[in-house]
């Protein structure tokens, strides 16, 4: 699963094979739960990246903080005579 063709597969696929086998690999269906079957797709894809965390998503920069209502700049609206 490290090497060839099988580098392609996306994780559904490899879901897919544990799940119902292919060619001369049986299923894991009846020794895996779901749960398990999806934990072992992001193991093998993990060794397939080379063993290294998957690159984490960037940080959201900080919020700035909200204007207090009475100091912020209101927008002058002029009154009508």
Not at 7 to 21: D, K, L, N, P, Q
Not at 56 to 79: F, R
């Amino acid at each position: 699963m490290l090497t060839g063709k099988v580098m392609g597969y996306s994780e559904g696929r490899i879901f897919h094979v544990i799940t119902y086998g292919f060619n001369v690999m049986g299923s894991y269906a009846s020794q895996l739960d779901i749960e398990q079957r999806w934990k072992v797709v992001g193991y093998i894809k993990n060794m397939q990246n080379g063993g290294k965390a998957p690159a984490a998503a960037p940080e959201a920069p900080a919020a700035a903080p909200a204007a207090d209502s009475a100091t912020a700049a209101a927008p002058a609206v002029a009154a009508a005579h």
